[in-house]
């Protein structure tokens, strides 16, 4: 069996790396939205022009992103979202929500102090864990039947 992961949330910190060299000898492919921030901010100006109001610069950005976004969710067999502590990732979790809606098997990656914010989410989640190296075990698991030792 082979899963596709999307990567979904926070783009600050390295549980994207963490995951990815944690699950190296297992048969996932990860897919994720674009991390390199100001190009994520910048895209849909960069290729479609200039704005001046920054709500119209934005859009363009949200917009040019949602094309990768949707179809890494559409495709994946498995969505983990990380929400962060620093920042409010409202972008996360619309993405939570949109692969719920989609029947997709929902992962949620956050520490404790969201839980009572991310009730929703997580109750649309098929597990929440705290740590990068819980979300690979969960992967060995599905991909294989064997416990964490």
């Not at 098997?105 to 969201?114: A, C, E, F, I, R």
Request: with cysteine; charged share 20%.
């Amino acid at each position: 069996m082979t899963l596709t992961v999307y990567l979904s949330g926070e783009i600050h910190t390295d549980w994207r790396d963490q995951i990815i060299a944690g699950a190296a000898d297992l048969d996932v492919s990860f897919d994720s939205p674009v991390t390199d921030h100001a190009a994520s901010d910048d895209c849909g100006v960069a290729i479609m022009g200039a704005e001046a109001d920054k709500f119209w610069h934005d859009r363009k950005g949200a917009q040019l992103n949602a094309i990768r976004t949707r179809k890494g969710i559409e495709m994946a067999d498995v969505v983990v979202v990380r929400f962060g502590d620093q920042y409010k990732q409202w972008n996360a979790a619309f993405d939570a929500g949109y692969a719920a809606a989609l029947g997709k098997s929902l992962v949620v990656l956050h520490g404790p102090d969201h839980a009572h914010a991310l009730k929703e989410v997580d109750a649309a989640a098929l597990a929440v864990v705290q740590e990068p190296a819980q979300v690979v075990q969960i992967l060995r698991y599905v991909l294989t039947g064997k416990l964490p030792q």
